[in-house]
C-alpha cells in the first residue's frame, strides 16, 4: 500500500553495504522527513562521481583526470611502487608521510569465495605498470588478512618471473589486521623494515 | 588528495542515520567499484522520490496523490482514526488485519531535547482532521516509549478538548517497547483491549 516511489527509493538504499530492510526504511524516511536536503545533494553527488570518476591510467585509483595528480607529480619517487587493495589504504601510508614512492591500486584482493581471481583483480594491468621499466622494487602493501597475504604470494611470483625486485611490508602490522584500522607509527615501521620476498 | 567529486560523495552519504566517516568512505568505494548500477538507480530513486512524493492531505503519510490511497478507500471505518508516529508503524498495524479505520501520521512524536514540539508535529493538522465530523473516536497507537506515552498523553488532552472520545492501545504493547519491533499476535490484542483515556 506505499507509494512504489517510496519502496523503489527503500529497495534502492539496500545496495549500500550493510544496509537491510529496516535500516533502508529508517534511511528513507529520515531523508524524505528530516533531510530532503541531504538527499538530493546525496543524489547529485552519485550521479556526478558516476560520470566524472574513472580509473587513473597509471595507478588505478579513482581519479577525476587520466593520470590523476599523485602520479602526475614530478617529485615522487618513480622508481618504487606500492602495491594496496583500496584507495584507503592509500590514505593510510600517506598519512605517515614515511612513503615517497608511487602507487598501484588493485582495487579488491583475491577472493575466491566472492569469485574474484586473478583476472577480475586485472594484475596484467599491474605487470605492465611494473615492467615500464623505471620502477625498480615493488612494495606489496595488501592487507595482513588470509586473502591479503594471498594476494602478495600471486604478485610476487608473478613479478619475480619478470625479474622485478619484491617487497614486503615488514610484520610490524598485527597479523590478521587491516590497514585502514592501524596507527601510522606501525605503518611507517613496517615501511622501513620491508623485507625481499 | 582524493578527487573532490569523491569526497563529496564521501560527504553526502552522512546524511544517512547512523552514518559515519568510515562507513560512509566504505560504501562510496563499494558502490563506485563494485555495483555503479545500484549507484544509479540509488541516485535515481533519491530524485523521483524527492520530485513526486508528498504527505497525503488527510493521512500525512508519504503519498504520490494528494489523498493517498488507503484514505480514499471508501470500505474502511472512516468513523475510527488511529494515530501513529512513522509510517513503519502504520504498516504493522495494517499487518494485523485487526484494524479497518483510518489514520493520521504523525512523522515524528514529542522530542524535546530534538527540539520537536507540539508545532514542529502540526498537531493543529490533527486536530482539523479529527474534527471533521465523521470521526467518532480516535485511537492512539503511538510507541509507549517515554517520547510516544508524552506524545499521546498531549493529543488525548487537545482532543477531549474538542469533545472527541479518545482510546489508546492496551498495554499489551511491552511498555519501553516500539510497535515496529513487536509480533503482530500483540499488536492485534492491544488493538481489541484499547482503552477510554
Known sequence: MSP?????LIESLRCLPGVGPKSAQRMAYHLLQRNQKGAARLAGALSHA??????????????????????????????????????????????????????YVLMGRLSPLDGIGPRELKLDKLMARATDGVVSEVVLATNFTNEGEATAHLVSELLHARGI?????????????????????????????????
Open 4 to 8: 512504489s516511489s517510496l519502496d523503489e
Open 50 to 103: 558516476l560520470a566524472v570518476l574513472q580509473h587513473c591510467s597509471r595507478c588505478n585509483t579513482f581519479s577525476e583526470e587520466e593520470i590523476c595528480q599523485r602520479c602526475a607529480n614530478p617529485h615522487r619517487d618513480a622508481s618504487l611502487l606500492c602495491v594496496v587493495e583500496m584507495p584507503a589504504d592509500l590514505a593510510m601510508i600517506e598519512q605517515t608521510q614515511a612513503y615517497g614512492g608511487l602507487y
Open 165 to 197: 625486485k619484491v617487497s614486503r611490508l615488514s610484520r610490524g602490522v598485527p597479523v590478521g589486521g587491516e590497514l585502514e584500522h592501524t596507527d601510522s607509527g606501525t605503518i611507517a615501521q613496517a615501511l622501513i623494515e620491508r623485507r625481499a620476498v
